[in-house]
């Protein structure tokens, strides 16, 4: 067996789907159809968008041939994609290099845009959603599936068009000496699992050893660079391969933001994220010290979100989640703005917003929209309160659902990572 087959082995062993009762099936359908029609979530698509979407899948190679001409090529490149095992399409791919003096990170994305823009129905589709929905064992897409299944999804071996972020970092720093951002056609080399690619940095005669070693490194700085600025950071034992696609897109989207009002002073949908007021601040730290086995570092205390780290890095595992409830309990609402004014208290970034995902969150749709034409949406205001709507939606439906599956006596989270599988009862 491979290094890489004994890795996959260790993630899928284990128990198989979650059985259920037909009884019980029919019982989580009804539930998930009055929770969508409480949040107005719309389930099945109108057959003009799921033509559409079949239509603008048509002649792929061809599509891409004829775009050539108009995009950086950019095939030659070692790319590659990291998801999860059961990740049912890849929207975002790396690369990377080092040189001399820098080091350069290559963040491409799927692109939505040549499929999906505002003459579409998709487009309005999209606009109603808002975002996925994501429920254990079920998901409502923002966009037809069939578009992430093929055109949208950088598959290995296969010719794609992305929209790439070209990022030139200092080696002392990691700040950005320049930015580009293109359409590019690209042409992934591996789909690898976090697994894979967490044995692909130690295992020296693997196939993209030093690509993801020097992935990894990289990341890693960034990410302790990120909690010495005093970033918040919830989830502070993540493995290595998640730690890379984690950092490389919070780089790419912060390029991408930056590169919006700095250098072109235009609106887009930018990520708001307000700060708890002193008081509520100390109410969480005050709630933490006081777990069991728990205790702040005295000289931590002075920034909330660098005594969350710091605790977070020596508490017991057993009080990770009390930990973060305390603090997200405290937490305001991040919004989607047309302006970037207040930054982005959680990840203590001045400006930010998103760009990587345009399949699943309707924000990234519209900033790659923007980003390609320089053009702002007329009603760009609506869209961020449509966007910030229809998230709170989607996270208060996804809690309702996992209560209801908790009252029926199932784990959501066993639900959600192993599916389900109706049983005929003996």
Known sequence: MT???????????????????????????????????KFEIRDGFPQAVLTEAEKRTENVEQDIQDELEERRDLRDMTTWTTDPIDAQDFDDAISIE??????????????????????????????????????????????????????????????????????????????????????????????????????????????????????????DRMHEQRKEEGSLVLNPRRDRAHTIIEECMLKANKAVTHELMWNRGVEAMYRVHPQPTPDEWGEALQEIQELDGVSIPGEAWDDPRKAVNATLEDAPARQLDKIQWAVMKVMPRAKYMNDPFGGHHALNFEIYGHFTSPIRRLSDLINHWIVYTNDVPEDLVALCDRASDKQADAEACEREYKQYLQEVGLDPAAVNNRGIEIVEDD
């Not at 899928?12 to 019980?24: H, W």
């Not at 487009?123 to 998901?139: D, F, I, K, M, Q």
């Not at 992430?148 to 080696?171: G, I, N, Y």
């Not at 690209?186 to 976090?194: A, F, Q």
């Open 3 to 37: 290094s890489d087959a004994q890795a996959e082995a260790g993630t899928a062993e284990g128990q198989g789907p979650v059985e259920i009762s037909p009884e019980l099936a029919d019982r989580l359908e009804d539930k998930r159809e009055d929770l969508f029609e």
């Open 98 to 219: 080092e040189r001399d003096d820098e080091y350069v990170l290559w963040v491409h994305i799927a692109d939505v845009t040549h499929y999906v823009n505002p003459e579409t129905n998709m487009w309005a589709e999209a606009v109603e959603r808002g975002n996925t929905v994501y429920l254990p064992s079920y998901t409502v897409h923002m966009l037809p599936p069939v578009l992430a299944e093929t055109v949208c999804s950088l598959v290995p071996e296969e010719d794609r068009l992305a929209h790439t972020v070209e990022m030139h970092l200092d080696k002392e720093h990691l700040g950005y000496e320049n930015i580009e951002i293109y359409k590019s056609v690209i042409r992934s080399d591996e789909r690898l699992t976090y697994s894979q690619a967490e044995n692909r940095i130690d295992d020296e005669d693997a196939p993209l050893h030093e690509d993801n070693a020097l992935a990894f490194e990289v990341a």
